[in-house]
C-alpha cells in the first residue's frame, strides 16, 4: 500500500542522540502490505486486564499481570480492527496461552491466596470484546511467540496469506516474540499500534519503534482498517 502512516509516540522515549540516529538510519516509508491478509490476536484473555475495569494497581492486587485501562483501551480498539477483518472476509486466528503450562500463571497464583482455581481458569479466557466466533481458528501456545511449537505456519501457508497484522499483548514480550518469527519465515508483518498493549509505556513505545524498524510496518488502526477494505474491494473485482 501506498503511504505512510508511521506512529511517531515513541518519540519521547527516544534521546537526543538516538533521535538524530533515527534521522539518518530510521525507516522513511512503510515497507508495505500484500494481498493476501490475516488478522493474527495474541493473548487477549482476562489474566492481563481483570474481569473489571480499573486503573491497573488495583487491579494488579488480584490480576498480578495486568495491564489497566490501558490494555483495556486498546481491547476496545481492537474489537474495531476484529470487525472490520470479519466484514472484508479477512482471515482471523486467535492465540492464547495453554492452560496449565503458562508458568508465570503458576507463580502468581502461589503468592495471591485471592486467585482461586475458578478464577485461574476464567483469566485464561479470551475476554468476551474479541472472543472468536464460531468457526474462527483458536491456537494454544506453551511459549511466547505464537509461532513456535504450534501450526501457526501451515495454517497460514494453507490460506495461502502473505501478510500478517498483529495486536494484542505484550508489545514487548508475545507480540513482538511473533513479529520476529514471522519476518524470519518471511511474511509481511505488520503491527497495529493501538491494538497492543504493555505493562509499562517504556516497553510499549520502544518494542513499537524497534519492530518498525527492523520488523514490521507499525500503523495505526485507521490504515489497518482501510487497508482490510481495500483487500475486500479488490478481491471483489476479481471474482
Same mark, same amino acid.
Given at each position: 500500500?501506498?503511504?505512510?502512516?508511521?506512529?511517531?509516540?515513541?518519540?519521547?522515549?527516544?534521546?537526543?542522540?538516538?533521535?538524530?540516529?533515527?534521522?539518518?538510519?530510521?525507516?522513511?516509508?512503510?515497507?508495505?502490505?500484500?494481498?493476501?491478509?490475516?488478522?493474527?490476536?495474541?493473548?487477549?484473555? *482476562?489474566?492481563?486486564?481483570?474481569?473489571?475495569?480499573?486503573?491497573?494497581?488495583?487491579?494488579?492486587?488480584?490480576?498480578?499481570?495486568?495491564?489497566?485501562?490501558?490494555?483495556?483501551?486498546?481491547?476496545?480498539?481492537?474489537?474495531?480492527?476484529?470487525?472490520?477483518?470479519?466484514?472484508?472476509?479477512?482471515?482471523?486466528?486467535?492465540?492464547?496461552?495453554?492452560?496449565?503450562?503458562?508458568?508465570?500463571?503458576?507463580?502468581?497464583?502461589?503468592?495471591?491466596?485471592?486467585?482461586?482455581?475458578?478464577?485461574?481458569?476464567?483469566?485464561?479466557?479470551?475476554?468476551?470484546?474479541?472472543?472468536?466466533?464460531?468457526?474462527?481458528?483458536?491456537?494454544?501456545?506453551?511459549?511466547?511467540?505464537?509461532?513456535?511449537?504450534?501450526?501457526?505456519?501451515?495454517?497460514?501457508?494453507?490460506?495461502?496469506?502473505?501478510?500478517?497484522?498483529?495486536?494484542?499483548?505484550?508489545?514487548?514480550?508475545?507480540?513482538?516474540?511473533?513479529?520476529?518469527?514471522?519476518?524470519?519465515?518471511?511474511?509481511?508483518?505488520?503491527?497495529?499500534?493501538?491494538?497492543?498493549?504493555?505493562?509499562?509505556?517504556?516497553?510499549?513505545?520502544?518494542?513499537? *519503534?524497534?519492530?518498525?524498524?527492523?520488523?514490521?510496518?507499525?500503523?495505526?488502526?485507521? *490504515?489497518?482498517?482501510? *487497508?482490510?477494505?481495500?483487500?475486500?474491494?479488490?478481491?471483489?473485482?476479481?471474482?
Amino acid at each position: 500500500m501506498e503511504g505512510n502512516r508511521m506512529k511517531a509516540n515513541w518519540q519521547a522515549f527516544l534521546s537526543e542522540r538516538d533521535k538524530e540516529h533515527d534521522k539518518l538510519w530510521g525507516k522513511k516509508a512503510l515497507a508495505g502490505f500484500g494481498e493476501k491478509p490475516a488478522l493474527v490476536l495474541i493473548d487477549i484473555y *482476562y489474566s492481563v486486564l481483570g474481569l473489571r475495569r480499573e486503573p491497573i494497581f488495583e487491579s494488579m492486587k488480584l490480576w498480578p499481570s495486568s495491564t489497566g485501562l490501558e490494555g483495556w483501551a486498546a481491547v476496545d480498539r481492537t474489537a474495531i480492527l476484529l470487525a472490520a477483518a470479519r466484514d472484508s472476509g479477512i482471515p482471523v486466528i486467535h492465540v492464547k496461552g495453554m492452560e496449565g503450562i503458562t508458568p508465570w500463571m503458576r507463580s502468581r497464583r502461589k503468592k495471591n491466596p485471592a486467585m482461586t482455581e475458578e478464577l485461574r481458569k476464567k483469566g485464561m479466557e479470551i475476554v468476551e470484546e474479541v472472543k472468536p466466533l464460531p468457526g474462527e481458528l483458536v491456537i494454544e501456545k506453551s511459549a511466547p511467540s505464537a509461532f513456535h511449537g504450534t501450526p501457526l505456519l501451515f495454517q497460514l501457508i494453507a490460506l495461502g496469506v502473505d501478510t500478517v497484522i498483529c495486536a494484542g499483548e505484550t508489545t514487548s514480550g508475545c507480540v513482538r516474540a511473533s513479529v520476529v518469527d514471522g519476518a524470519t519465515y518471511r511474511f509481511k508483518m505488520g503491527v497495529v499500534d493501538e491494538c497492543c498493549f504493555d505493562r509499562t509505556e517504556a516497553s510499549h513505545h520502544m518494542n513499537l *519503534y524497534d519492530m518498525h524498524q527492523k520488523y514490521a510496518d507499525v500503523v495505526d488502526l485507521d *490504515y489497518a482498517v482501510d *487497508y482490510f477494505g481495500k483487500v475486500a474491494a479488490r478481491r471483489a473485482v476479481t471474482i
